[in-house]
């Protein structure tokens, strides 16, 4: 485990990548940004708020050498190695003015055609930019009204809790040299600046525990493994043609007739839900209505898609409900900087979907969530991750010619608007621009509720707008 004192970062330094990193398919870049409004007398009284930002990330970026490093594969074992170019490597952190104010930017946050040209080229370049494993975006707004912080990684060294430790981190070593600077000329002892505690970044430690306890049947895989896909030849053909679909980028579905829209769902919307749904629950324990709105948003945007095609509906037809499921509590000590995230896949019927109530559904997904022990996790890591397994190949086989598969990423539990850089807590989160078609990001509005970053093909977001059960509980941003 790295400690505080070791910041020097060794060329060549080679990290290992446990069954959780070593995916067959291309990872995603996540990307949250974080909006700070501040005054112009407050950014007179400190003028070095950006050189302290990068001063602050650097030292962040030493306490966890393996985000500066890029992926390689050694032995036939896919690894990070942090090289000398690496280290040398300036793009890591990136400073722009901006001439919008923080005021002007927050007016139009939801709508991305409409921000301006240097903030949406800057977040683009972080996103396609798949050679560096971490990179931070500052824009500064005009006249001192604010500031965007911007932090963009690779699912491979992190998901959004493991970005959030860092966050925490980076914010704490920034609030304190931004005090040091105020109170007394930024003299400093570089203990004292330091975070307060050490955050493993070892993957294999994590993999390990979960690894020794017995491996349980994942139902889902269960199921896939078990289908038949001989009409695409064997498994070595369809895992060809699996491959060649993630290679081609066809899964992310044609993003020119893609809709990337903003919904908001509001803290007395997800109450209305946790009311009204819950006295049908059939005696069982009382949902969240946030579990509850999984329901509804699947049902209503598989109706739609259904509705879009114009086609018979086969009440048979499976329909998927991929949910990216946090599973650090699983076993202990999960509080380190790295991957831990399973998929719950929920599957059911179109018609099952379709005309049970919502409530049956939500739980149906919550016994899929609370199946995901320890053994399952390990399952479904080996399953995703090994090449020659026919999973993989048959999941893109059956979620492909199904079409209307529903994805869940949900950050809208952590505490981003927490976050204090010296500056003030944030006052808008933003979640990097997706263009994958049934993908849905969720993270914290202001008002205690939710925003989803959702993409869908053209005509889907106009059909769940105008019905009325969607309508009722979900509003449109843009």
Sequence with gaps: MMTVDETTVKPGTVFELCEMENSMVPYPVLQYSLVYRTSEQETQRNTDVVKILKDSFNRLTQLYPIVLGHKERIDNKNVIVVSREDLLEQRVFVHEESDISSEDFELVRCRRDLWPADVDRLLKERTADTSSLISAVVVCFKNGSGYLLSLSMSHIVADVSGMLILLEQWASIARKMIAARIAD?????????????????????????????????????????????????????????????????????????????????????????????????????????????????????????????????????????????????????????GNAVSPVYVRTTVGELLENPVIETANLIKSHINSITPGATVQCAEAVNNPSNPFVPKLMYLQRHQESGLVISNASRFPFFDLDFGIGKATGVHCGKLAVEGMSSWVPHSDGGVELYFGAKDGICTLLKDDPVFAEYVEFSN
């Design 185 to 337: 000329d930024g003299k400093y002892a570089e203990s004292e600046i330091m975070p307060d505690r050490a955050i493993d970044f070892g993957h294999a430690r994590f993999w390990e525990k979960l690894s020794a306890h017995p491996k349980d049947d994942h139902p889902h895989i269960t199921y896939v493994e078990r289908q038949d896909c001989s009409c695409d030849g064997d498994i070595g053909r369809l895992a060809k043609w699996a491959k060649e679909y993630y290679g081609s980028g066809a899964h992310n579905g044609d993003r020119t007739n893609l809709e990337l829209r903003v919904l908001h769902v509001s803290s007395q919307s997800i109450e209305k839900m946790r009311l009204g749904f819950n006295t049908d629950s059939g005696g069982k324990r009382p949902l969240h209505g946030i579990q509850i709105f999984y329901a509804l948003f699947w049902q209503r945007y598989v109706a739609k898609c259904l509705q879009l095609r114009n086609a018979d509906i086969d009440h048979s037809q499976p329909v998927f409900l991929n949910i990216i499921h946090n599973v650090r509590g699983l076993t202990p000590a999960p509080d380190y900087v």
